[in-house]
């Protein structure tokens, strides 16, 4: 088996400093969800971001075994960031006309690392039509799915809980389910406070995608 089947990376694409701790908790629910289902997962932040500037793109990223162990899962992921990821998740739409993270590196394509019939999911309040005009053209086949949400900002030590994580994830579920499903995407949640508004915004987002 190659190591691109033995783990499925999700890469979060979010704004330094305004998004940090939103991308943070949602690469945690992710690992978390993951090991609900019998899966090592694991989050880190791509080396080389710290530290973060206000606004400068930024990004997490959670790696899940398939058929292996945590520690080759580690071994895996000791790395600047994955060549390949099978999600892409976009907390700001402006980010869609490209990524420059560094100066020496250039404007990057956002969906640069896509794998085909890979996923991308944003969140935005734009038209399909008009977000599709935004991200290059790749020669195969992957997913485009859409939050409708306002892209959630708040600060280095704050966390504006506004269910954005909570939408994020019923759109993985819905349009990975390998990645994490529904099910015990809804039991891990069930655990947090204000569950039932949180499952609501879990099982909207599951719907609509």
């Keep these: 088996m190659k190591t ?29 969800t993951a090991r609900e289902m019998g899966k090592p997962a694991l989050s ?13 793109p930024a ?17 895996y992921s000791t790395r600047v960031e994955p060549d390949l990821v099978d999600v892409i998740v976009v907390l700001d739409d402006t980010l869609l006309k490209g990524v420059e993270s560094w100066a020496w590196q250039g404007v990057q394509p956002i969906n640069l690392k896509l794998k085909a019939n890979g996923t991308m999911i944003v969140t ?5 039509d008009e977000l ?11 997913t485009f799915g859409v939050i ?13 809980d506004d269910l954005t994580m909570e939408k994020v994830w019923g759109a993985i579920a819905k349009l990975r389910p390998d990645i994490i499903d529904i099910d015990h995407l809804v039991k891990y949640v069930s655990k947090k406070q ?7 915004a879990v099982k909207e987002a599951f719907s609509s995608v």
């Design 4 to 32: 691109e089947d033995e783990v499925k990376y999700v890469e979060i694409v979010y704004r330094g400093i305004f998004q940090k701790r939103l991308a943070k908790y949602i690469a945690e629910g992710i690992v978390y």
């Design 44 to 56: 880190f932040g791509r080396y080389g971001d710290s530290p973060e500037r206000n606004g400068v």
């Design 59 to 75: 990004k997490y990223y959670v790696g899940i075994g398939n058929g292996i162990g945590e520690e080759d899962l580690i071994g």
């Design 124 to 128: 935005s309040t734009k038209r399909m």
């Design 132 to 142: 599709v005009k935004m991200v290059p053209k790749k020669d195969f086949e992957w």
């Design 148 to 160: 409708k949400t306002e892209p959630s900002f708040s600060g280095l030590w704050a966390f504006k």
């Design 194 to 200: 204000s569950s039932d508004k949180r499952i609501s």
